[in-house]
């Protein structure tokens, strides 16, 4: 079906030709439209265009009104003020418009063809380390921002760009070398708990050796060397960590309620063969430039302390790769070879300085272009609920597994003290308990500015009040109990009807839902889209409680109405919350 043209978009196009009708000199002039709580919208565009023209801004504003052909969108037009306009849409037109969303799968959501291709790199854990508080955010945020791209048209390639290059390799691998089953663990070969518990008791015990004992450090040191030249046994022990590394973060994205495939893990050895080539090339264009031995590439508005110039180090000067060699490396690759018209990194705010130069180093290369950009989304660092970096008692970085287990807990526990009321069996409230828990430590991340740093307290992230989830899984839930109660009525849009000021403000944020996905999807900002469905829910409970839909009975058409709303709000809520992840119980 093709894409419902919302309320905004039409009394926008209405207002844009009176103007130019009212104003042919001024050409194609914007009303400057926005919601407005003295009527349903207000247009303020007229005072700029008056000054403009050197007229009466009211006087301009009633030509304009003269101009506004009769029509079934706009009900009441009223000059306010100096020349404001303010807007009220007919009833009619609400629910009509809604009835068109509600006929189609997509809620009128338009599907853009040929969108363009986005490569977005997000959750990019570390080989043979343990996952923390501190991976949440890029696994989260860019696992909503994939679902929001996709569903608005644009082709996704997810890319997992996990650490698993570098020294530290060798000191692990000498030490498997030298103690051949550190990494077996007994029962299932796939349980991640298990192959994180190996991962951690060898990279400890090598840890130790390595800063104890000088022989075993300058063996260590040898082994990196074979392993950047690819020694055939180096490289199959290297494959071990590999392997158990992925068999972990794998059970803590499917904790997460996150797909990861295997084919979308290309971890920074995936550009090793690219390396020496990326720099030949930035070193033949000038892009690059050797400085104190090693390839350097400088800018005029990085400087450090001392007022030089702060280079970006892509080879060093004992012939060793820098990150910005591999990350370059991975430009090429996404824009030349998976053809990405956009590159979305989801990483944290404190390397931003290091993409700036990146983006720009690939910009001077010619890899990205007017045709091809690279955007940074930035983020924040989560914080304990003393506002100071998320630490445990003793001080360590938090195991993102304990974070989940826990949200899970008390989410579990919340929705056990409600389970006696709609008459949840044991393997329900254990079930949402999961969706819950989840759902609050993905919805407390995404209802804040990813930029931001937000803290992390779990007795607000599943309380029922507030902006949380579960408040909106809970609205969720509470409309789709009435249709069980509504006996033989059916949702049945009525446009003939008038509609009270709950009814019509819940209509006209539904009609928003496509016009906030394609904001959400230019700007890469998924709180929005957590906000529209706060509001929507909070819209949603003033018109329940206002607006009676099962008793006391309404007349009937009055209830089909109600109905109506009832049922495109719930689907509304979720696919909205679907596309941030986080999945909407039937029963809570």
């Known amino acids: 079906m093709a894409s419902v043209t919302s309320l905004t978009a039409s009394v ?7 103007l130019s009708a009212a104003l042919p000199e001024a050409g194609a002039a914007d009303p400057l439209l926005r919601r ?8 303020n565009g007229i005072l700029a265009l008056a000054k403009k023209a050197k007229a009466n ?12 052909p009769a029509n079934d969108v706009i009900k009441d037009v009223e000059v306010s003020g100096p020349g404001f306009l303010n807007i009220t849409i007919a009833d009619k037109a609400i629910i009509e418009t809604l009835a068109a969303r509600a006929a189609d799968d997509r809620l009128g959501v338009p599907f853009q063809q040929d969108a363009g291709t986005t490569v977005i790199d997000y959750a990019q854990p570390n080989v043979a380390k343990e996952m923390h508080v501190g991976h949440l955010r890029s696994a989260v945020i860019g696992a909503a921002m994939v679902e929001i791209l996709e569903f608005t048209g644009e082709k996704v390639v997810r890319r997992h760009h996990i650490g698993d290059w570098g020294t530290q390799f060798g000191m692990l691998i000498q030490y498997l070398l030298e103690h051949p089953h550190e990494l077996d663990h007994e029962g299932d070969k796939e349980d991640g708990e298990a192959a994180m518990s190996s991962l951690n008791r060898l990279y400890k015990a090598s840890r130790a050796r390595f800063d104890s004992d000088e022989e075993f450090k300058a063996r260590s040191r040898d082994r990196v060397v074979a ?12 494959q071990r ?17 996150m797909q990861i495939d295997d084919p979308d893990v290309v971890g920074e050895s ?12 930035l070193e033949e264009s000038g892009v690059a430039v050797r400085s104190e031995g090693a390839l350097c590439v400088f800018f005029d508005d990085v400087l450090g302390p001392d007022g030089n110039k702060v280079p970006l180090i892509v080879k060093k000067s004992n012939g060793g790769y820098g990150y910005a060699a591999t990350d370059l490396s991975a430009i090429r690759d996404r824009v030349q070879n998976l053809k990405a018209s956009t590159l979305l990194y989801v990483v944290d705010a404190r390397q931003s300085l290091h993409f700036k130069m990146v983006f720009e180093t690939a910009r001077r290369a010619g890899w990205l272009n007017e045709d091809v950009k690279a955007h940074q989304l930035a983020f924040g660092t989560v914080l304990g609920k003393d506002g100071k970096p998320f630490k445990t008692r003793e001080g360590e970085t938090v195991r993102l597994v304990d974070l989940l287990d826990e949200a899970i807990d008390r989410a579990t526990s919340v929705v056990r003290e409600k389970a006696e009321k709609v008459g949840l069996a044991e393997e329900e409230i254990v079930e949402n308990g999961v969706y819950v828990g989840i759902g609050a430590v993905k919805y407390a991340d995404l209802s804040t500015s990813a930029v931001r740093d937000y803290k992390f307290d779990l007795d607000q992230m599943v309380s029922l009040n507030g902006d949380t989830s579960v408040y909106l899984q809970y609205a969720y839930a509470r409309i789709r109990s009435i249709f069980g109660k509504a006996g033989d009525r059916r949702p049945l849009a009525h446009p003939e009807l008038e509609l009270a000021p709950a009814e019509r403000a819940l209509g006209l944020h539904l009609d928003q839902f496509g016009e906030t996905l394609a904001e959400v999807a230019s700007s890469y900002e998924p709180h929005k889209l957590a906000a529209y469905l706060y509001q929507l829910a909070s819209l949603y409970t003033t018109f329940y409680d206002q607006c009676p839909v099962v008793k006391p009975a309404p007349a009937p058409e009055v209830a089909e109405n109600r109905l109506f709303l009832c049922d495109l709000t719930a689907r509304t809520l979720h696919q909205g919350m679907a596309l941030l992840g986080i999945r909407t119980p039937e029963r809570l």
Request: charged fraction near 30%.
């Open 12 to 18: 926008h196009q209405r207002l844009a030709d009176a």
């Open 36 to 43: 407005s709580d003295r009527a349903d919208f207000q247009a």
């Open 57 to 68: 801004p009211r006087e301009l504003a009633a030509t304009v009104l003269d101009a506004l």
């Open 227 to 238: 392993l950047q030249a690819g020694d055939a046994e180096t490289i199959a022990l290297w």
């Open 241 to 257: 960590f590999v392997d158990e590394s992925k068999i972990y973060f794998y059970s803590v994205f499917n904790k997460l309620d």
């Open 270 to 281: 995936g550009y090793n063969d690219m390396l020496e080539e990326t720099c030949r090339i």
